[in-house]
């Protein structure tokens, strides 16, 4: 398997604009989760789905942040309109149901900077 | 509520000297308790994980871990450093009582290896 893939790997987009950010999970993985990294912030969990549903979006931090999840191989996450404060890398994870003790494993990530 | 905490944002060590990073941890039951390293523009990767058993871990590239049930810890540790290790540690706890996939990073340590 080639492993968790995300696209696009940087995206430079202007404040205001809609951003679209895309992740393949590895096949036969239940769990999705999608993180954001900064230097302020460290790694933050936004959502995780769970067999193509969102179990938990507390850390989703605003209305313009949507995920979805539409089947078990693609998974997006939305932010519009976009602001320079949520210039962060992105990352995407998946892990297989074998009990909790299963690690997860990440995608390279999405390099995001809102001018 | 589960979380960690990584006390030292750096550690710094000689490239053949044994090292430490450290993590404790906080679950309102019993722990699944891991380890994950990030180079410099890449996503996170598993490095060892403790679920139950020999309170010794050992994981990649030689890395081992020490599960510490009476002071909530859990320390990463080597023999011998090598300056490849230099990278950024993140040490995460997932609560079994909570019976979801929802994994708490703590906010990193950064470890640099001197030649």
């Known amino acids: 398997d080639a492993g968790v893939i995300q696209s696009p790997r940087h995206e430079v987009t202007e404040m205001g604009q809609e951003v679209t950010l895309r992740c393949k999970p590895i096949s036969g993985h239940d769990y999705l989760f999608w993180y954001r990294q900064t230097m302020m912030r460290g790694l933050e969990l936004l959502i995780y789905f769970n067999n193509n549903v969102p179990i938990d979006d507390s850390g989703m931090p605003e209305d313009r942040f949507s995920a979805k999840m539409p089947n078990a191989s693609f998974s997006t996450l939305k932010i519009q309109p976009s602001e320079p404060r949520d210039s962060a890398v992105y990352f995407c994870?998946?892990?297989?149901?074998?009990?909790?003790?299963?690690?997860?494993?990440f995608g390279q990530g999405t390099r995001l900077t809102v001018v | 509520a589960q979380s960690v905490a990584q006390p030292e944002d750096q550690v710094n060590v000689a490239e053949g000297n044994p090292l430490t990073v450290k993590c404790t941890y906080s679950?309102?039951?019993?722990?699944?308790l891991f380890w994950y390293v990030q180079y410099p523009n890449r996503g996170l990767q598993f490095l060892l994980k403790?679920?139950?058993?020999?309170?010794l871990v050992k994981g990649s590239y030689g890395f081992e871990a020490e599960f510490n049930k009476s002071q909530t810890s859990f320390h990463l540790k080597k023999p011998s450093a090598l300056v490849s290790d230099s990278a950024l540690y993140f040490c995460?706890?997932?609560?079994?009582?909570?019976?979801?996939?929802?994994?708490?990073f703590g906010d990193g340590t950064t470890l640099t290896v001197k030649p």
């Open positions: 679950v309102s039951g019993n722990p699944y």
């Open positions: 403790y679920i139950t058993g020999d309170n």
């Open positions: 995460a706890v997932r609560d079994i009582g909570r019976g979801a996939g929802k994994s708490t």
């Open positions: 994870a998946s892990s297989p149901f074998s009990g909790l003790g299963t690690e997860a494993f």
